[in-house]
């Protein structure tokens, strides 16, 4: 395994909250570097949402541009989805999960014949370690093939293509 892809996995891997992001950014921005592609910082803010890309070579004069996000999609137990055109349906998504908790722990406390005010505390819980604290291992590899390739290409120092590294692919859309 080479030093680039070693390190990606070991250190890199997840990269969703702000500070992971720097730390790949840099670390990315090095290694394209060393095979001697100056980086250019595109920042753009929309809204509340910032992208940090990353680009190496001149987009411009390039024959090819070869892109890949470098964001890796939020970490939660069950799969991750996003309907990118419209947040109405994510949010319902989220919400048919939470009721889906509610009546699986309103069964419980049914069978058990406990008092139904530990249905808020059970539920809230579960819905906050589902959503924040225990990780879907399956999102931590999500675009890391296709950063390894064009680090990959870039060693191979080809002079018509230009390298970008995204942000935030999920609203890329």
């Known amino acids: 395994m080479d030093a ?8 890199h891997m997840v990269r969703d909250a702000r500070q992971q992001k ?5 670390f990315a921005a090095k290694s394209f570097s060393q095979n001697g592609y100056a980086p250019i910082v595109q920042r753009k803010r929309y809204l509340a949402l910032e992208n940090h890309n990353l680009i190496f070579g001149d987009p411009a004069h390039a024959k090819y541009i070869l892109a890949a996000p470098y964001d890796t999609p939020k970490r939660k137990l069950y799969p991750y989805v996003k309907f990118y055109a419209n947040w109405a349906l994510s949010l319902g998504l989220f919400l048919l999960i939470a009721l889906v908790v509610v009546l699986f722990f309103a069964l419980i406390c049914t069978l058990f014949a406990w008092p139904v005010y530990f249905l808020f ?8 370690l589902a959503n ?5 291992p399956k999102n931590a590899n999500c675009t890391s093939s296709g950063i390894v390739l064009l680090q990959r290409l870039a060693g191979l120092r080809p002079s018509c293509v230009c390298f970008v590294l995204y942000d935030n692919h999920e609203y890329a859309h």
Do not use: C, G, M, R
């Open 4 to 11: 680039f892809k070693e390190q990606l996995f070991s250190q």
């Open 22 to 26: 720097i730390d790949f950014f840099y």
């Open 121 to 128: 505390p059970f539920s809230i819980t579960t819905l906050f």
């Open 132 to 136: 924040w604290v225990v990780a879907n």
